[in-house]
């Protein structure tokens, strides 16, 4: 089924990019000299790597949290104002009394929330799996959440994240099936487009397709005629299956180095958008992306994590083709540590 | 000895500055919110990381070849053009034969003469160890440099290429002892200045004191009540000894993970400016400097090559003491390979 109405549209992303000026960040565009000479074409490189919190995922999670109602924002101050006077207090649902915002995440949206939460004077509470690396719990917890664990292996995330939302009245903000925060992440390629002029083609990471649906709504709202690619790894190629078969399907969860894109469905929002404005997907190996980590950080000098790194893989094996002459990239993130990108990248070349 | 005259004065750095336009990259000045808690002051930093050939080394290089007569900058065109005139070849003097530029390093230097030969439409002659890393030799190379290999346990750097150059009249373009060298690499801090406007502090990785004599000449230029910091890693403090002595001493050389910084002695020229404009040197062990090269690459997303890490460091440990509001900093360079990385900053943190 298409629909003809969007659940995202080009008003939407310039309607994100105007709330979340001088709160997020206006990332760089970088150009290599060498990246042109081995793409055969003109590369702009947007660097969301740069960005609050290391990734894209701010700009959706702000866009989402900053249209809450005050009453939902206001956990703490207004709390606090009614338990000075205690009748009144002793009135407030359980609801009043706490609110705020929820999310799931063990990855960059965990971080993303938590901050957007931060920026706008409320509370968040990330529901995150036990054994999330110490470094990720460490920064949502460094921007004030309230961080509440589960096991993997027996316990559903989204439905404890559902409950204890409504338990404590809080808004729940998903990582990409939501329309303010496709709104939101499609703002990186907006930015892209108005700073640099038209492109002929803009590259894409696809995870959940946020990124992607915002980013093409954003291309193709602006110049119709821009080819819009989607890249996601090998094992993770349910967009790109999704799309051949006309609808979403579902494979085996992905082993990959690229944990942004370890999805095994799209979002049925996300596809929605995708479906109609992706031309195509294309797919890299985990040494591919390897590759072109050790590629950024050498060359480029920039830190790159594996999801955000499929593009630029793509363009430097060639994968996506012929190119026209001036391609953008959307470099979506940079949150990997050192002892990991050690791992990934430290020794030799493939 | 003190003299007046100075060897580079604002007016050469805003001289290279104009030569260097459209050529060298105005490179990104990057701020970190997270980087301004820590240190404790507002800091802004100078990315020459970003710069052509991954350091800052290219300002000078260029600008001192800029400036040869185009007889010495013509080899190749040149000589062709009288080759087809048998008996007016045969007049010729070698050094009118084969023109062009000549440089000893084994690091950045290499990279950035061999570059400015290529912008210069003429060739250069690059003297390097046996052993130097397959990678700098291959990227110097890759612009077009002739390599003289020798070995560095019995020979002579200096002596080879300085009979190189008279043998086959080469200007000799030296890594920091020369005004315009000088004067173009503290094109960085004028450009920084420039940017962001008056700062109450610049710290400054020193080698040979090259980029420090050129950077302290802009910023005290411009702003004469400026501190001037050089950072040197604890193992090479020659020019920290140097300054506290009053005239150049040696040391042992080196032996530090700052490769850019192992010099056993301060250049004649830079000491006499750095003697009279660099207010301190701060010192940093190698395990500072492996944190900072970790901390840029986590939180900053950038590579630092361990040289031009050490400002970093030395806000990280607080070792500059208590900061001024505004501080800028050098971030001198970006050459490091992903497997010399991982070796440094892939284990624990210190």
């Known amino acids: 089924m298409t629909t003809t109405t969007s659940p995202v549209t080009l008003d939407d992303v310039r309607d994100a990019a105007a709330r979340l000026k001088g709160v997020a960040r206006r990332t760089p565009v970088l150009c290599s000299r060498t990246l042109d000479a081995l793409a055969g074409a003109e590369v702009f490189l947007k660097c969301e790597n740069f960005q609050r919190v290391g990734a894209f995922k701010f700009r959706g999670a702000y866009n989402a949290a900053s249209r809450l109602s005050p009453e939902q924002l206001s956990r703490g101050v207004g709390a606090f104002k009614f338990r000075g006077a205690y009748n009144a207090a002793s009135r407030l649902s359980p609801e009043q009394l706490s609110r705020g915002i929820a999310a799931y995440s063990?990855?960059?949206?965990?971080?993303?929330?938590?901050?957007?939460?931060?920026?706008?004077?409320?509370?968040?509470?990330?529901?995150?799996?036990?054994?999330?690396?110490?470094?990720?719990?460490?920064?949502?917890?460094?921007?004030?959440?309230?961080?509440v664990t589960y096991d993997r292996y027996t316990a559903d995330r989204v439905a404890i994240a559902e409950a204890l939302a409504a338990d404590r009245g809080l808004?729940?903000?998903?990582?990409?099936?939501?329309?303010?925060?496709?709104?939101?992440?499609?703002?990186?390629?907006?930015?892209?487009?108005?700073?640099?002029?038209?492109?002929?083609?803009?590259?894409?990471?696809?995870?959940?397709?946020?990124?992607?649906?915002?980013?093409?709504?954003?291309?193709?709202?602006?110049?119709?005629?821009?080819?819009?690619?989607?890249?996601?790894?090998?094992?993770?190629?349910?967009?790109?299956?999704?799309?051949?078969?006309?609808?979403?399907?579902?494979?085996?969860?992905?082993?990959?180095?690229?944990?942004?894109?370890?999805?095994?469905?799209?979002?049925?929002?996300?596809?929605?958008?995708?479906?109609?404005?992706?031309?195509?997907?294309?797919?890299?190996?985990?040494?591919?992306?390897?590759?072109?980590?050790?590629?950024?950080?050498?060359?480029?000098?920039?830190?790159?994590?594996?999801?955000?790194?499929?593009?630029?893989?793509?363009?430097?094996?060639?994968?996506?083709?012929?190119?026209?002459?001036?391609?953008?990239?959307v470099v979506s993130g940079g949150n990997v540590d050192a002892g990991r990108f050690a791992e990934l990248c430290g020794g030799a070349t493939h």
Chains 1, 2 share one sequence.
Do not use: W
């Open 106 to 147: 063990s990855g960059n949206h965990a971080q993303a929330v938590a901050l957007a939460a931060r920026e706008l004077g409320t509370t968040a509470v990330i529901v995150m799996p036990e054994d999330a690396p110490p470094s990720k719990r460490a920064a949502t917890a460094g921007y004030g959440a309230e961080i």
């Open 171 to 329: 808004a729940l903000i998903p990582p990409y099936e939501h329309p303010h925060v496709m709104a939101g992440q499609g703002t990186a390629a907006l930015e892209l487009l108005e700073e640099v002029g038209e492109l002929d083609a803009l590259l894409t990471p696809v995870g959940g397709g946020g990124l992607m649906a915002g980013s093409a709504t954003a291309a193709k709202g602006l110049h119709p005629g821009i080819r819009t690619v989607g890249v996601e790894p090998e094992a993770g190629d349910d967009t790109k299956r999704s799309l051949e078969a006309g609808r979403r399907v579902s494979i085996p969860v992905p082993r990959t180095i690229a944990d942004g894109q370890a999805l095994h469905t799209p979002g049925e929002l996300t596809f929605s958008v995708n479906r109609r404005l992706l031309d195509e997907v294309v797919l890299v190996t985990d040494d591919e992306i390897r590759d072109a980590m050790r590629f950024a950080f050498e060359r480029l000098k920039i830190v790159v994590e594996p999801s955000g790194a499929t593009p630029l893989a793509a363009l430097l094996t060639g994968r996506v083709g012929r190119l026209p002459p001036r391609v953008g990239v």
